[in-house]
């Protein structure tokens, strides 16, 4: 029998893969996309984690809601980054206030404070290495040093080893950091939203890089005769968005995962030297000259991202053996964990009901901790056999509302199944109130001050939660307007959308600009990428729709407001604003040759829709044969280079390469 732990949405903000592991496609990296991967106030609702019999699934500690990556460190604590720029540690189970260091980061849509790993020689040197988005003298990602002492680092002690080029899109930034056996650092770098930057020398994009710890070039990596510059790291390439990645230190094994477009997502073993493939193809292929995936799953209605990484390996192993030396995985959308064997190839499932996962990690104590963004928790999945009793691990929240609202009261609990939950209103059982959420609708002042708890129980036991206490507010919800974009809005790419509201309060009138946080997120699909991140103190501001990134028609911005009044009571609005598209159709004369979309090989004639304004990169192969003969590139009907980018026209378009027989 499974086991499900049920937890609270406490903190409604979040933001998404991704960085967190986001991608173009979706959020992740992710994460993302990554996963994305901003400060993203989105209200969660309530998850079940289910895993399998003899395990179970507990709260190790709240975290924020922009975590993007985490590792322990040699002594057990436990590092998490911000997307925000923030190193966090959690030490014996609890959140240390004081952040470890602040990066000042460029958090827009994936990008932000994305990796960390610790040098193999920490215990001596207490080196610490992490990979963010800079903001000067241009927006670009980097990896530099830290020095720690103790709980924070040593000011002033930054090391800047490597400097990645200017980035152009928000998006696809990869972000995985770790030491490899070989003693050399390890960096995953997503393509930037350009496609050809992964089959390019002439940049870092799309490639995984390998550095010596002071951030010179190793003399033994594969291009160096055919790249200069910070180029010469390159290591592996043809990666999309490798947002995560891990090393199996008993064998040196190294899985990369990478985040897909429309196909698939792939674990891809690390090899000097290798291509995976990114543009011309997703998956497996047997071309010659390209690495397929260890393994790679389909796109479904649930799957986005494949995010976290982990060998079950370490000093201290309390999994039952055959989960020993087993890759885990997660997908952001889909909020599972499976388990990967390197050995056969076979994959099985272990986990669900994870609230967007962008990091897994093995802990010292031999447990598997998730890092997750909806809620924002660390998760620890543990392995005790059967007969347990419930254990608490999120407690009940106090709850403020106005008269007439309704209060949620929510339980994370764990143990052997099945769990029964009875609440109770000041020490008396309420009827009816079995789940692990209690929802008390229309309160009134006679609820003021009533303490709410919940006791779980099954057949090994009992536990009951701390009391919640209810405050109830005799003052009025505020109201909250957005006046600009006005409703039905559209956009192309490129475009500067201006946003702009009012706040009005029953007892404080017209709200100022400190109660105003504002917060843009891109709908892709049926999931949610970040792209501006919370903005609190004015009334009003203005952002610009890339016309790089994400490149699917089906997508749409959302602007959200939030109004807060002196009293804490809330009012959250949002207005849509959607793409104005064209069809595009690809031809050549003669018919049917190939051309690429993006890097992409098609086949002609072949149609697409997309955002007006948007760039996309035609390219006629040449040369190529077909029929029987040999056919040379000769113009494009929009008098185009051979490979060249264009803006989506706002009128239905067709551009047609033209060839001659050679």
């Not at 799953?297 to 986005?304: I, L």
């Not at 143990?415 to 029964?420: K, N």
């Not at 192309?492 to 100022?512: C, F, K, Q, R, W």
């Amino acid at each position: 029998m499974a086991t499900t732990t049920r937890f609270s949405t406490a903190l409604p903000r979040r933001p998404l893969a991704g960085a967190i592991p986001g991608t173009s496609r979706r959020w992740r990296s992710v994460l993302v996309g990554l996963l994305l991967v901003a400060t993203l106030l989105l209200a969660g609702a309530a998850s079940a984690v289910t895993v399998p019999s003899g395990f179970v699934d507990s709260l190790h500690v709240v975290v924020p809601s922009d975590v993007t990556s985490m590792q322990f460190a040699p002594d057990g604590r436990l590092f998490i980054t911000q997307q925000g720029g923030q190193v966090r540690i959690v030490r014996d189970g609890t959140l240390l206030a004081t952040p470890f260091a602040t990066l000042p980061v460029d958090a827009n849509g994936e990008r932000g404070l994305l990796g960390i790993a610790f040098d193999p020689a920490f215990a001596t040197n207490r080196y610490v290495y992490v990979h963010y988005t800079a903001r000067s003298p241009t927006i670009h990602n980097r990896v530099s040093r830290l020095t720690a002492n103790g709980d924070v680092a040593v000011a002033g002690s930054e090391v800047v080893l490597l400097e990645l080029p200017t980035l152009t899109a928000t998006n696809h930034n990869g972000g995985a950091l770790h030491f490899g056996n070989d003693g050399r650092l390890y960096v995953a770098v997503g393509d930037n939203a350009i496609a050809d930057n992964a089959q390019s020398f002439a940049n870092p994009f799309g490639k995984l890089l390998r550095i010596d710890r002071d951030g010179s070039i190793p003399a033994d990596n594969p291009f160096l005769d055919r790249t200069a510059g910070v180029n010469r790291a390159i290591w592996a390439l043809g990666l999309r968005n490798p947002f995560t990645m891990a090393f199996q230190r008993s064998t040196g094994r190294l899985y990369v995962n990478d985040v897909g477009l429309t196909t698939y997502e792939e674990i891809n073993e690390g090899a000097s030297g290798a291509n995976y493939g990114w543009p011309l193809f997703e998956g497996p292929s047997s071309a010659s000259g390209f690495r397929t995936p260890v393994y790679y799953y389909g796109h479904d209605a649930t799957t986005c991202a494949i995010v976290g990484g982990a060998f079950y390996e370490g000093d201290v192993l309390t999994f039952p053996s055959g989960h020993h030396g087993k890759y885990f995985f997660a997908d952001l959308c889909a909020g599972w964990i499976h388990r990967f064997n390197p050995a056969t190839g076979a994959v099985a499932g272990f986990a669900t009901g994870l609230g967007r996962p962008v990091d897994l990690k093995v802990g010292p104590d031999g447990a598997l901790y998730y890092l997750s963004r909806d809620p924002p928790r660390v998760g620890r999945i543990s392995y005790t056999g059967a007969g347990q009793p419930p254990v608490i691990g999120l407690q009940p929240a106090d709850r403020t509302v106005a008269v007439g609202q309704s209060a949620t009261f929510q339980v994370g609990a764990s143990g052997s199944t099945p769990l029964t939950f009875q609440w109770r209103r000041n020490g008396s059982p309420i009827t009816g109130a079995t789940q692990a959420s209690y929802t008390r609708t229309n309160v009134q002042l006679v609820d003021n001050g009533a303490l709410f708890d919940v006791v779980v129980a099954n057949a090994y036991g009992r536990a009951t939660s701390d009391a919640a206490q209810l405050t109830v507010l005799q003052n009025a919800v505020p109201t909250a307007r957005i006046t600009q974009p006005v409703a039905g809005t559209t956009y192309a790419a490129g475009n500067v959308i201006s946003y702009a509201g009012t706040g009005n309060d029953a007892e404080d009138g017209v709200l100022p600009a400190s109660a105003f946080t504002w917060w843009v997120t891109l709908h892709h699909d049926a999931h949610v990428h970040p792209f501006l991140p919370a903005v609190t103190g004015a009334k009003s501001g203005s952002f610009t729709i890339p016309v790089t990134g994400e490149t699917s028609p089906n997508v749409f911005y959302r602007i959200h407001l939030r109004v807060r009044d002196s009293a804490g009571l809330t009012r959250t609005v949002r207005r849509d604003i959607q793409p104005r598209k064209s069809t595009i159709t690809l031809a050549t004369n003669p018919t049917g040759l190939q051309l690429k979309l993006d890097g992409q090989p098609v086949s002609t004639p072949y149609r697409f829709v997309g955002v007006v304004g948007m760039q996309r990169k035609l390219e006629a192969v040449s040369p190529q044969a077909a029929d029987g003969r040999t056919w040379a590139f000769t113009s494009w009907s929009d008098g185009g280079a051979r490979s060249h980018t264009i803006r989506t026209p706002a009128a239905d378009t067709t551009y047609t390469a033209r060839f001659t027989a050679q």
